[in-house]
């Protein structure tokens, strides 16, 4: 049955060829999310949104759904220019027989890049050419992915704690605010969490403060 099995694989290798490439297939779709997810700006804001819940200290409202799903809707929005031009100019020829499958895949990264780079410190993209050994690009379209991607990451990574700083810090001197004075009255068993918190909710919706954290996201890629 094996020497049998191995015949027809012998004299027919496009079995073998067709395999490889479903099981390449499957390795990219399982791969896919994750880097989507590092190609977009949804890291970013579902950090900026973990931060806002954390220096409310509301524990788990909004919950995790409610958050991911706000970050998910917020990435297409932004995104929405970017997946438009990859449509228009890698899938649609692709799937109409215009190009070749490695063509469209140049097409559909020449949009991506140019996102990633206008948000990529150089700092960090140098860090990765450098240790990859890769030359200076002269051009976006000449960055190659395997450094952008991480470089891409790491910016946003520093710049969404960045917001989260700027956010902790009103909440932070409310809760300085209500633990001096608990200590002054000589109330020091009693949680200045406790105390605090509905202060810090009623200064959040005073100032509309959704409002203000999605405005920043959507200008900061503007």
Same mark, same amino acid.
């Given at each position: 049955?094996?020497?049998s099995i191995a015949d027809i694989l012998s004299h027919q290798p496009q079995y073998?060829?067709?395999?490889?490439?479903?099981?390449?297939l499957i390795t990219v779709l399982s791969l896919a999310p994750s880097i989507l997810i590092l190609m977009t700006s949804f890291t970013r804001i579902v950090i900026v949104l973990s931060f806002v819940r954390t220096s409310l200290s509301?524990?788990?409202?909004?919950?995790?759904?409610?958050?991911?799903?706000?970050a998910l809707f917020l990435t297409m929005f932004i995104m929405a220019p970017v997946f438009s031009q990859v449509n228009h100019d890698a899938?649609?020829?692709? #799937?109409?027989?215009?190009?070749?499958?490695? +063509?469209?895949?140049?097409?559909? %990264?020449?949009? !991506?890049?140019? /996102?990633?780079?206008?948000q990529t410190r150089k700092k960090d993209?140098?860090?990765?050419?450098?240790?990859?050994?890769?030359?200076?690009?002269?051009?976006?379209?000449?960055?190659?992915?395997?450094? #952008?991607?991480?470089?891409?990451?790491?910016? +946003?990574?520093?710049?969404?704690? %960045?917001?989260? !700083?700027?956010? /902790?810090?009103?909440?932070?001197?409310?809760?300085?605010?209500?633990?001096?004075v608990l200590m002054a009255m000589g109330m020091m068993m009693l949680p200045p969490v406790i105390i605090s918190l509905p202060f810090k909710i009623l200064l959040f919706?005073?100032?509309?403060?959704?409002?203000?954290?999605?405005?920043?996201?959507?200008?900061?890629?503007?």
């Open positions: 049955m094996n020497n073998v060829a067709t395999s490889v490439q479903l099981l390449l509301t524990q788990q409202t909004p919950p995790n759904q409610v958050l991911i799903g706000l899938l649609k020829p692709y #799937l109409k027989g215009q190009i070749s499958e490695k +063509e469209a895949m140049a097409r559909a %990264e020449d949009p !991506f890049k140019e /996102f990633m780079a206008k993209l140098n860090l990765f050419l450098e240790f990859g050994h890769l030359r200076e690009p002269k051009t976006v379209k000449d960055i190659p992915m395997t450094a #952008l991607v991480p470089a891409y990451t790491i910016s +946003e990574l520093k710049t969404a704690f %960045e917001m989260g !700083f700027m956010i /902790f810090i009103p909440f932070l001197v409310i809760d300085m605010v209500v633990a001096s919706i005073m100032v509309d403060g959704w409002y203000l954290v999605v405005q920043s996201l959507l200008i900061g890629y503007s």
